[in-house]
């Protein structure tokens, strides 16, 4: 229930107006969110690189309207790979590709990716696409393809969410192509047509997507994991699968949000396992900020003691 309704106010326009307007918001949003500027995110990815995490930065912001806007955010991006290089951060971009026109035209948002990743391989760095609710999934993993086959770039990687029905194909042909997947579990408000809408089912879903994607048979044509949880049982199974397939701790790694179990990713790294860090920063954190509400409805206390402490 509550999960639906904060995922409702993600998308609405009034409570975003209302809630950016209040001040002490901002604030509060910095539990998940670097901060408004590329230097608070190189900050904050230089404290944790100091920690042995590395870090996955992405410059908050999607759907855009038009081809000015997704050029602009395309500049950013830009903008951040060159200080990612000029200040030697352990770390790579992840976008969302409605941020860069999707929504507008694939053409433009191919023309993007294509700016993107030509500089980012100059640069030696690697960019991972997020994905979006199901309207997107077709085109993003489209995109994608357009990206690997036709134009050659091997510096891209993509997301599947373990909630979605159609993912187990979508993983075999990953694999079969040798793609870099990160697995989640689904963070949008889907139809029980094409998402599992049963918690276990989810879960279930993620321990074999993640097993079919560290197989041998996978890793041999070049497929690499990012097992991206927060979730216990999801991270000691993948530990207990490596452990009894002899899978070395540098042929997959594990993804985490910043602001999130903070104390886990830490003893990850120390265990020798790669961690990962996903830093999102920039002014536009409300649907990221309300989507992180509605995985952890806990999270609305530490809202609330916010709000009264003024
Ligand atoms: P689950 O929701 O079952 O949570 C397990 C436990 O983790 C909870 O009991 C709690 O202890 C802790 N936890 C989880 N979320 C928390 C929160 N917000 N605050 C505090 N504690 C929390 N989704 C998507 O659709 N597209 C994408 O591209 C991405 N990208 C992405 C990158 C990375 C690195 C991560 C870790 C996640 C994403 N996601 C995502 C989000 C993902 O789909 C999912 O919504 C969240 O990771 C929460 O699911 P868990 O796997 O953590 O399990």
Redo the contacts with the bound molecule.
Sequence with gaps: MLRSFFLYLSAAGWARRLLMALPFATRVSRRFVAGETLDNAIEVTQKLNEKGLMA?LDLLGESVHNEADAKRATDNYLALLEKMAATGVKAYASLKLTALGLGVSEDICVLNMRRILTRARELGHFIRI???GSAYTEKTLKVFRTLREDYEFSNVGI?I?SYLRRSEQDMRELAAEGSSV?L?????KEPAEVAFPE?ADV?ANYVKLMEQYLSAEARAKGAYLAV????EK?IDAAKRFVEQNHIGKDQFEF???YG??GALQESLAAEGYQM?V?IPYGTEWYPYFM??LA??PA?VWFIAKNFFRG
């Design positions: 996955s997020d994905m979006e997301v969410q990160r989640v579990k689904g963070a949008y918690k879960d991206a949880t927060h979730d999801m993804q985490m949000l999130v179990r990962r996903y989507r992180r995985e952890r999270n």
